[in-house]
């Protein structure tokens, strides 16, 4: 596609259940970013994947929280057993093979979280 | 550690009015600084950036001047419109993070609306 898709973009659940969320990168974009949004705050960074890999794992709040990606394109955030704190909008982002610091990220619509 | 202070909103102005969005940041050495924009129920989309110190970022009308001195980069627009309602995000890119990427590091957003 011509953006960053995700999926879905509204998602309720039971406190305890599990969930995932999905990201549809720009085609031919290496880097992969996940970052929360809690209500009134800023984007919080989870992970962070090059390729396949995810080098820098920092983010993730918890045990609960895992991320993979494969075929260098779609990635999967899920979060088991969910709390009310997992309530948020989760946003995925992507950039292009030779990023800088300078290379903008690609944001997707982001996925609102509601556990109920 | 890196981080990025945004002025809270929401900021609520007529049309035609002058903008000014208060961003300052903690970051060692010289990052890379954005303006990110999300209008209503759209993704996060780049503004503007600048890449450098004294460098001025500019687009659609919006400006963001890097000032190294002050460690600031607000944005103003000098005559808003309705169509500029939207949720402004400062962020900074800066070095490698331990998995060797640049993992971009965000304010909390500000909310800008504009009345006719």
């Known amino acids: 596609g011509a953006g960053v898709s995700q999926s879905p973009s509204n998602k309720v659940t039971e406190k305890g259940k599990d969930v995932e969320l999905r990201c549809d990168p720009i085609?031919?974009?290496?880097?992969l970013y996940w970052y929360r949004q809690r209500l009134g705050q800023g984007l919080e960074f989870l992970i962070y994947?090059?390729?396949?890999?995810?080098?820098?794992k920092s983010g993730l709040p918890s045990d609960r929280f895992s991320a993979e990606r494969t075929g260098e394109s779609v990635s999967t955030l899920t979060i088991q057993r969910t709390q009310q704190e997992d309530s948020a909008v989760y946003l995925c982002?992507?950039?292009?093979?030779?990023?800088?610091?300078?290379?903008?990220?690609?944001f997707g619509q982001g996925t609102r979280l509601t556990v109920v | 550690g890196n981080s990025v202070t945004q002025m809270e909103g929401p900021v609520t102005l007529s049309e035609e009015a002058f903008l000014t969005i208060n961003c300052t940041y903690t970051?060692?050495?010289?990052?890379?600084l954005f303006w990110y924009v999300q209008y209503p129920g759209e993704g996060l989309q780049l503004l503007l950036k600048?890449?450098?110190?004294?460098d001025k970022g500019s687009n659609k009308g919006f400006e963001a001047t890097y000032r190294k001195e002050t460690t600031s980069f607000h944005l103003e627009k000098g005559s808003v419109q309705v169509s500029d309602s939207a949720v402004y995000f400062c962020?900074?890119?800066?070095?490698?993070?331990?998995?060797?990427?640049?993992?971009?590091?965000f304010g909390r957003g500000t909310s800008l609306i504009v009345h006719p």
């Open positions: 982002a992507s950039s292009p093979v030779g990023a800088t610091m300078n290379t903008e990220a690609f």
């Open positions: 085609s031919g974009h290496t880097a």
């Open positions: 994947f090059q390729g396949n890999s995810a080098p820098d």
């Open positions: 970051a060692t050495g010289y990052p890379s």
């Open positions: 600048a890449t450098k110190a004294d």
């Open positions: 962020a900074l890119s800066r070095g490698r993070s331990s998995g060797g990427s640049y993992i971009p590091t």
